[in-house]
């Protein structure tokens, strides 16, 4: 399981990690062009779990695929661990995901016909590591996340907080300093995502990694260390605590 | 990865499946195809094949060998002169019914060769011997005649057996082994001048004139010379070969055929196969789509897509060349239907299920190149 999180934890000294400044983004060409981000700023603490909440609509998904160097903004700097994704091709982008970032996605994305430890492996795979020491690597982790005895079952037999867990571990079996949660708990019941968001804590203190979370769901909130509020593509608002967070009945 | 990519084909049971079915069928298809034209073009130059000659001379007009116009038999003596031709004796070729014992008629390719000689005869005696057929009124029959001319007795038909050919009779003193002519009636063997009085009466009765080059020389000079000289057509045996299987190729609807049935294969392969790998990377779009925002090259993704591509032709191609293999084994035992694997045929039909699976691998190729990693983002 994992190990409880460090009680003082003060994320505004803490080294920014994601720093976005004047992002644009438009899709669509003409008439029916949306400008999804306007001039965006956004940034993000190493050691921080960030929640990007809003509306349907307001750009949240289009900036985490930004920051996760998944999708080329038309403007603005982009500045993620070091790197200038802005200036950055293609090729070295990709690399700089498989090193750098951890991805959990709202639909787990676990592929049906590799066993779990497989499908953990996978980040390690990507990177070049041989089979055998990915998959030790792999059976460390659902230790981690509390299921190392499912390592060798197909997805389709774990329930969705299982799936969501293995998600989890396949998003740190290569250690990166930045995770990317897009809607992690919204396939889940509120038990299962109470879990999985302690799990997301957890690492986010322990490993002084940054985690931002993008989400839809109030249940979750109290887990942010940071909310950032955006409507309209652009950042509304930055709650800087929880007890700020608490205090704002955000609801959408 | 390249073992995750072949655990994800494999993992998925119904494509994976139908990609191999795809693949295997179309093999089947286009080699059982291909076997089946080779087998019928064998059945073509049969005559040539059973009675092996380094020269064939004809009339001028011929093309092939199951059309003959008969030549005079004094043109025998005619080649014999020739410079560099170390012998020549006549031979008769031609399709003619045999009377059985219940009065069933049956068509026989009948052939009568040299007696002197025996230039023409058949290369494997099974029962019986050669010189008998110097006997008055014998003939030697193939083993497919043993099975067409024992209709209407109680037991097969057998050497001291008889039967009757334009009311002569015919009494078998030997059987052979023969490769199967074109017209599907067996080979009855007999001399060249008991063979001409079976035959009807015609003017001219002498179908070609087989010849051999003297030692050392080139059958295709020699060949060359008796033209010159004599006016005649003559064929090594291998142009004889070419010339008869074009005719047929030209003159009748079986290349067509048999060319639909193949060109059927391989679209069938496509079709099957493409459509079916499209399916597998649409249904794994997500799936790709998480692999590539986890830092999986386009060209990791694309190669994979190739070994994945490439298995499933290996294997559907090994299963599909074994049924025909099978089959072909099943159809020679029945010994009716023409088949002839040729080695060309695997290493031709292995080369289409290549692109086969090239053109698969493509299609998803484009779906993948074209595959945004931010798609795992959308809901």
Same mark, same amino acid.
């Given at each position: 399981?994992?190990?409880?999180?460090?009680?003082?934890?003060?994320?505004?000294?803490?080294?920014?990690?994601?720093?976005?400044?004047?992002?644009?983004?438009?899709?669509?060409?003409?008439?029916?062009?949306?400008?999804?981000?306007?001039?965006?700023?956004?940034?993000?603490?190493?050691?921080?779990?960030?929640?990007?909440?809003?509306?349907?609509?307001?750009?949240?998904?289009?900036?985490?695929?930004?920051?996760?160097?998944?999708?080329?903004?038309?403007?603005?700097?982009?500045?993620?661990?070091?790197?200038?994704?802005?200036?950055?091709?293609?090729?070295?982008?990709?690399?700089?995901?498989?090193?750098?970032?951890?991805?959990?996605?709202?639909?787990?994305?676990?592929?049906?016909?590799?066993?779990?430890?497989?499908?953990?492996?996978?980040?390690?795979?990507?990177?070049?590591?041989?089979?055998?020491?990915?998959?030790?690597?792999?059976?460390?982790?659902?230790?981690?996340?509390?299921?190392?005895?499912?390592?060798?079952?197909?997805?389709?037999?774990?329930?969705?907080?299982?799936?969501?867990?293995?998600?989890?571990?396949?998003?740190?079996?290569?250690?990166?300093?930045?995770?990317?949660?897009?809607?992690?708990?919204?396939?889940?019941?509120?038990?299962?995502?109470?879990?999985?968001?302690?799990?997301?804590?957890?690492?986010?203190?322990?490993?002084?990694?940054?985690?931002?979370?993008?989400?839809?769901?109030?249940?979750?909130?109290?887990?942010?260390?940071?909310?950032?509020?955006?409507?309209?593509?652009?950042?509304?608002?930055?709650?800087?605590?929880?007890?700020?967070?608490?205090?704002?009945?955000?609801?959408? | 990865?390249?073992?995750?990519?072949?655990?994800?084909?494999?993992?998925?049971?119904?494509?994976?499946?139908?990609?191999?079915?795809?693949?295997?069928?179309?093999?089947?298809?286009?080699?059982?195809?291909?076997?089946?034209?080779?087998?019928?073009?064998?059945?073509?130059?049969?005559?040539?094949?059973?009675?092996?000659?380094?020269?064939?001379?004809?009339?001028?007009?011929?093309?092939?060998?199951?059309?003959?116009?008969?030549?005079?038999?004094?043109?025998?003596?005619?080649?014999?002169?020739?410079?560099?031709?170390?012998?020549?004796?006549?031979?008769?070729?031609?399709?003619?019914?045999?009377?059985?014992?219940?009065?069933?008629?049956?068509?026989?390719?009948?052939?009568?060769?040299?007696?002197?000689?025996?230039?023409?005869?058949?290369?494997?005696?099974?029962?019986?011997?050669?010189?008998?057929?110097?006997?008055?009124?014998?003939?030697?029959?193939?083993?497919?005649?043993?099975?067409?001319?024992?209709?209407?007795?109680?037991?097969?038909?057998?050497?001291?057996?008889?039967?009757?050919?334009?009311?002569?009779?015919?009494?078998?003193?030997?059987?052979?082994?023969?490769?199967?002519?074109?017209?599907?009636?067996? !080979?009855?063997?007999?001399? !060249?001048?008991?063979?001409?009085?079976?035959?009807?009466?015609?003017?001219?009765?002498?179908?070609?004139?087989?010849?051999?080059?003297?030692?050392?020389?080139?059958?295709?000079?020699?060949?060359?010379?008796?033209?010159?000289?004599?006016?005649?057509?003559?064929?090594?045996?291998?142009?004889?070969?070419?010339?008869?299987?074009?005719?047929?190729?030209?003159?009748?609807?079986?290349?067509?055929?048999?060319?639909?049935?193949?060109?059927?294969?391989?679209?069938?392969?496509?079709?099957?196969?493409?459509?079916?790998?499209?399916?597998?990377?649409?249904?794994?779009?997500?799936?790709?789509?998480?692999?590539?925002?986890?830092?999986?090259?386009?060209?990791?993704?694309?190669?994979?897509?190739?070994?994945?591509?490439?298995?499933?032709?290996?294997?559907?191609?090994?299963?599909?060349?074994?049924?025909?293999?099978?089959?072909?084994?099943?159809?020679?035992?029945?010994?009716?239907?023409?088949?002839?694997?040729?080695?060309?045929?695997?290493?031709?039909?292995?080369?289409?299920?290549?692109?086969?699976?090239?053109?698969?691998?493509?299609?998803?190729?484009?779906?993948?190149?074209?595959?945004?990693?931010?798609?795992?983002?959308?809901?």
């Amino acid at each position: 399981m994992v190990a409880p999180a460090p009680t003082h934890f003060t994320p505004s000294r803490a080294p920014l990690a994601v720093v976005l400044k004047g992002l644009d983004k438009s899709f669509g060409e003409g008439d029916s062009r949306t400008h999804v981000l306007k001039h965006t700023q956004f940034d993000a603490r190493l050691g921080e779990l960030l929640m990007l909440v809003g509306p349907s609509g307001c750009g949240k998904t289009t900036l985490l695929s930004i920051l996760a160097g998944t999708l080329v903004a038309d403007g603005g700097e982009i500045n993620v661990l070091g790197y200038r994704l802005h200036e950055m091709k293609s090729g070295p982008i990709t690399k700089f995901r498989s090193n750098h970032i951890g991805f959990i996605f709202q639909q787990f994305n676990l592929i049906p016909t590799l066993t779990v430890a497989e499908n953990v492996s996978v980040p390690l795979l990507i990177q070049g590591v041989s089979v055998t020491k990915a998959e030790k690597k792999a059976r460390e982790l659902l230790a981690v996340v509390g299921i190392p005895e499912k390592a060798d079952d197909r997805p389709v037999k774990l329930s969705g907080g299982q799936q969501q867990r293995v998600a989890i571990a396949r998003a740190l079996v290569h250690e990166p300093p930045l995770l990317v949660c897009d809607e992690p708990t919204s396939a889940l019941d509120s038990e299962n995502g109470q879990h999985v968001m302690e799990i997301l804590r957890t690492i986010a203190r322990q490993e002084t990694r940054t985690v931002i979370v993008v989400t839809h769901d109030p249940r979750i909130y109290k887990f942010a260390d940071r909310m950032a509020e955006m409507e309209d593509g652009r950042i509304l608002r930055v709650l800087q605590s929880p007890a700020e967070i608490a205090a704002a009945h955000i609801n959408f | 990865m390249y073992r995750l990519a072949l655990k994800m084909l494999f993992g998925d049971h119904a494509k994976y499946l139908m990609l191999i079915s795809g693949i295997t069928f179309s093999t089947l298809l286009m080699a059982q195809g291909a076997s089946l034209f080779c087998g019928i073009m064998s059945w073509t130059f049969a005559t040539l094949r059973n009675s092996r000659a380094a020269i064939w001379v004809a009339d001028p007009k011929v093309e092939q060998v199951n059309d003959t116009k008969p030549l005079r038999d004094t043109d025998v003596n005619r080649v014999r002169s020739v410079r560099n031709v170390a012998w020549a004796a006549p031979l008769f070729s031609s399709t003619i019914q045999a009377r059985l014992l219940d009065g069933s008629f049956k068509l026989i390719q009948l052939v009568g060769i040299d007696a002197t000689t025996f230039a023409g005869a058949p290369a494997k005696m099974l029962r019986g011997r050669l010189e008998d057929l110097r006997l008055p009124n014998t003939v030697i029959i193939d083993d497919l005649g043993v099975e067409r001319l024992s209709e209407g007795r109680s037991r097969p038909i057998d050497v001291g057996d008889v039967f009757e050919i334009n009311d002569r009779e015919a009494r078998i003193v030997g059987i052979c082994r023969a490769y199967r002519s074109f017209f599907g009636g067996p !080979y009855v063997y007999t001399t !060249y001048d008991r063979a001409v009085q079976y035959a009807p009466t015609q003017r001219k009765m002498l179908s070609f004139i087989l010849a051999a080059p003297q030692p050392g020389r080139d059958p295709h000079a020699v060949a060359h010379e008796i033209e010159r000289e004599t006016g005649l057509r003559a064929f090594t045996e291998s142009e004889f070969i070419w010339s008869t299987m074009w005719w047929y190729v030209k003159n009748t609807g079986i290349p067509f055929n048999v060319g639909t049935l193949v060109l059927l294969g391989f679209i069938v392969g496509t079709v099957i196969s493409g459509q079916t790998f499209y399916a597998f990377v649409h249904e794994n779009t997500r799936n790709l789509g998480a692999l590539k925002a986890m830092g999986a090259s386009t060209w990791k993704l694309c190669s994979m897509l190739i070994l994945q591509s490439l298995a499933v032709g290996f294997i559907g191609y090994g299963v599909g060349i074994g049924a025909v293999a099978l089959l072909g084994n099943f159809l020679l035992g029945l010994g009716k239907v023409p088949f002839l694997l040729l080695w060309q045929i695997p290493v031709i039909v292995g080369v289409a299920v290549f692109f086969i699976c090239a053109i698969s691998a493509v299609l998803g190729i484009l779906r993948i190149a074209r595959l945004e990693p931010a798609i795992v983002f959308r809901g």
